[in-house]
């Protein structure tokens, strides 16, 4: 990233930080902001909560669309190292497009240390670093309690946002993560975590494969997405996952009606695709084995 140390901001993980950004934006005359079409609920909630409107952008085999957002949107939420839950990551091209527009783009990049396959792309926030805010947290890497998170923010921004988040993170909390940064135990702990999460990977995916099946989207993250081809069938398999004590989500779960939207005919667009979001990092190491053959017995044939 290109951060100097006093654009850097301190959150209480990353919805904190987004309640403050949207606060801050809407304060700034902000109306709109654009969202991919598939991704949390929790974080359209929360824009909509500070009192923006909504905008969808589909999201295809090379991420957002981002020329659908350009227009009548203020700013863009984005996952572009590893779409969520989609699991693409964002064409060149369309990083050019983010970069190059004039609104504010909010970069969530939720997973960025867990690439397996390559090493992970450059922040988008190098691109255009006085429009771009960058948004990283501990939650993948150390824990989702711990509720850490920091924002790059652009200078023009900062005083806005800072002035939004007055009420972060303990200082305890915050002292004891730059010790374990400082101390390369971080370091450590992110190369050990992501050593067993791709031996994870690439169990689910030997499994799924020997069941005729595959996973889409790129070798990173903490889930990974079977997709199918009908919505009733990923409603069957869910229904059957619960009965087996299995938390899966599928990817209707996942995305925007239009309900969510104003003026926005086009959300229909997205597609209404159909699959589940596996989430294998949460399972401990000695259930891992169990809850891989629990999925396995649950799921259809090719699909």
Known sequence: MTADPAHIVICAGFAHGLAGISRALRAAGART??????????????????????RPVPVDGMGAVIG???????A??????HQFP?????????????ADWGGVVIEDDYDGEFRYDRQP?????????????YAGTASKS???GLRLGWLVVPPRLLDAVTAELAAGPSALDQLTLAEFIT??????????????????????????????LRVTGIAAGLHAVLE???????RAVLARASQHGLAIEGLEQHRAGVAHFRHAPEVGNAGDRAGLVIGYGRPPEHAFTMALARLCAILPGES
């Open 121 to 133: 792309v450059g922040a988008l926030q190098t691109l255009a670093p006085d429009h771009v805010i």
């Open 76 to 81: 863009l939420l984005l996952t572009p190292a």
């Open 68 to 74: 659908a957002a350009t227009t009548e949107a203020d």
């Open 33 to 54: 902001l654009a969202v991919e079409a598939y991704g949390h609920q929790a974080h359209r909630d929360i824009a909509t909560a500070q009192g923006l409107r909504l």
């Open 183 to 212: 101390s390369g135990g971080y370091d450590r702990q992110v190369r050990r975590a992501r050593l067993a999460y791709r031996r994870r990977r690439d169990r689910l995916t030997a499994a799924l494969a020997a069941r005729g």
């Open 142 to 144: 150390l824990a989702p």
């Open 228 to 234: 199918f081809s009908r919505t009733d069938l990923e």
């Open 86 to 98: 989609l699991g693409v990551t964002l064409h060149p091209r369309r990083r050019r497009e983010a």
